[in-house]
């Protein structure tokens, strides 16, 4: 128990420091979204392109633990939206956007972080193979979903184009193509960009860590507080435990690789839940709360979650 601590505690410590430099005005608020688009948009596509570029992808992409991750999210996603309309009464649309914070998982600013420091580096390859797909993934599946139950909802060709531009100019997709790519051609880097995409990979986890503890002075746990938890109990028990019975008991994928997706399953709510409820202007408050409810509880479901799974 004292081993899972020491992989928690500090990943935890430096959001907390974020939170509360940002709280007490030794960082400015204005900076926290600069910091969080770095990371998203230049250090994380550099630490993707890196991963893919060196990876095997003989066990890189392992469909075994990849679709039984994302059939886990859906669920959330589905069972979520039913949850939130008709036991708590929203509107289909707010309905989805409940859902979607259900289901969508802060791969990045959490996940890395924790399964690097769980499981070390030979961890990462499986990891970054379901972060590739995720955004693109269930960002359109959420949209689409969406635009399926509104009554002002936008035409379908418009929510697909829509849809394909968010695809095209995600910088993570980008990083694990472009790695993809060299990969597939033995691109060998000269030790100048070697070393720069090193560089702004080492960044990531510092930077994600204490802008997501910046960002989360933002939110507040609303009036919505139960349905928040209800859609908190989906996203760090429900989806990873769909994913763990599924990979293990039903594929038989061995544990020692099975834990790298179920543990990125147990991750907290990630803040594009927020950005997509306020897209639509639909269940905002929900969102909110879920990212605030979840990465607080997180640091004792995560840790249940490295018990359960083992060194």
């Not at 005005?25 to 204005?30: C, S």
């Not at 989360?216 to 990873?240: C, D, G």
Request: charge should be neutral.
């Amino acid at each position: 128990m004292f081993a899972i601590f020491n992989v928690v505690i500090p990943v935890f410590a430096i959001v907390a420091l974020g939170y509360a430099a940002v709280r007490y005005k030794l960082y400015p608020t204005e900076g926290v979204k600069g910091l969080v688009s770095f990371v998203n948009n230049f250090a994380t596509p550099c630490l993707l392109f890196e991963a893919m570029l060196a990876a095997d992808f003989s066990t890189t992409f392992n469909l075994g633990i990849i679709i039984p991750f994302y059939i886990g999210a859906l669920t959330s996603l589905t069972v979520g939206t039913l949850i939130a309309i008709k036991l708590f009464k929203n509107r289909p649309g707010e309905g989805v956007a409940s859902g979607f914070a259900a289901m969508f998982t802060n791969t990045v600013l959490i996940g890395i972080p924790i399964i690097q420091r769980a499981y070390g580096p030979e961890a990462m390859p499986v990891v970054y193979s379901i972060i590739a797909f995720h955004a693109p993934c269930l960002i359109t599946i959420g949209m689409l979903a969406m635009e399926l139950v509104r009554r002002d909802a936008a035409p379908w060709h418009k929510v697909m184009a829509v849809a394909g531009m968010r695809i095209v100019q995600n910088p993570l997709l980008w990083g694990v193509g472009l790695g993809l790519v060299g990969n597939l051609l033995n691109v060998e880097l000269p030790e100048p960009a070697t070393a720069f995409v090193t560089m702004m990979s080492q960044a990531v986890l510092p930077a994600a860590l204490f802008g997501l503890g910046g960002a989360l002075n933002e939110y507040r746990i609303s009036e919505s507080w139960l349905q928040a938890t209800a859609m908190a109990a989906f996203k760090l028990v429900i989806h990873p435990l769909i994913a763990y019975v599924l990979i293990v008991h039903v594929l038989h994928v061995p544990l020692e690789m099975a834990r790298y997706g179920v543990l990125l399953a147990a991750m907290p709510t990630g803040i594009n839940a927020y950005i997509f409820a306020t897209y639509y202007n639909r269940g905002v408050s929900v969102a909110n709360s879920t990212i605030l409810i979840t990465t607080g509880l997180s640091i004792l479901t995560v840790s249940a979650w490295l018990w359960i799974l083992g060194p």
